[in-house]
């Protein structure tokens, strides 16, 4: 039986190998932000994970970029990959976030939150770390606060959470199995190598349906700007007014 944790702590262990194996594609983000960027330069990685988009985001421009991460050890690995730069890393959670920075733009690939396009229902959905509808909510609104005055949120479109068992580099195999709740899904995250566990973990993720999201941003003090799987992001601005 493996227990629900949310901190990528078994995860963390073979990420970069999942990452890296062809599946995933941060290079192509980077190239798409850096468009939906234009001028802005100072900027928040929501959930830098191992630091593999800042990484493609410094090859492109001079970005100042801050990561943050609840997960040391996903964290670690930033730190590693990142040396280099002068990206400062925070551990807390996005929520929890204490800070007198504002930020030109907020990007996310798949930390905290992002959407997925649901073909049978023609629609998009956001799926979320969070615990709960409030924590989503203290989330968001802690986004609009460290946010400059016409400030954007950038989270990425994936493709849709399925059962899906792919193989990784050295041997590896990357099993993940979806159990769907009403409001809920739990994954289970394993890899293998020549039949036997290495690391295992599960998540569990809340998500919320296209009009209720968009309420939920809404409320926060967010417009949609655009969601384009060809720009492969949703982008949110900062209103000038906040609401609720
Ligand atoms: C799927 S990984 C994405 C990592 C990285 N952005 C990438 O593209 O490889 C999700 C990351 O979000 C982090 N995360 C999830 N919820 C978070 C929260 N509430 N605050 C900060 N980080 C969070 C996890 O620890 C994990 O490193």
């Not at 204490?98 to 030109?104: A, D, I």
């Not at 969070?130 to 986004?143: E, G, H, I, T």
């Amino acid at each position: 039986m493996v227990s629900v944790d949310n901190t990528y702590t078994e995860l963390a262990k073979y990420y970069d190998n999942l990452m890296t194996s062809g599946y995933y594609d941060h290079k192509g983000y980077a190239t798409s932000l850096q468009k939906i960027l234009g001028e802005r330069r100072k900027i928040l990685d929501m959930g830098v994970g191992s630091g593999l988009l800042t990484e493609q985001m410094l090859l492109l421009e001079n970005y100042n970029i801050t990561g943050i991460d609840f997960s040391p050890a996903m964290l670690t690995q930033a730190e590693k990959r990142l040396k280099d730069n002068s990206v400062r890393l925070v551990c807390a959670s996005i929520e929890d976030y204490e800070t007198s920075e504002t930020f030109e733009a907020v990007i996310s690939t798949g930390g905290v939150f992002c959407f997925s396009y649901r073909e049978q229902e023609q629609q998009y959905r956001l799926y979320s770390y969070c615990p709960n509808k409030d924590v989503q909510m203290k989330s968001l609104k802690k986004l609009y606060d460290i946010l400059d005055k016409d400030g954007i949120l950038c989270m990425s479109i994936q493709g849709d959470h399925t059962n899906s068992e792919m193989p990784i580099k050295d041997g590896i195999v990357y099993t993940q199995k979806t159990d769907f709740g009403e409001q809920s899904l739990q994954k289970t995250y394993t890899f293998s190598a020549n039949g036997k566990i290495l690391s295992q973990q599960q998540m569990r993720l809340i998500f919320f349906d296209e009009k209720e999201y968009l309420s939920l941003f809404e409320t926060a003090g967010f417009s949609l700007v655009g969601q384009e799987r060809t720009q492969k992001f949703c982008i949110f601005r900062k209103n000038e007014l906040k609401k609720g």
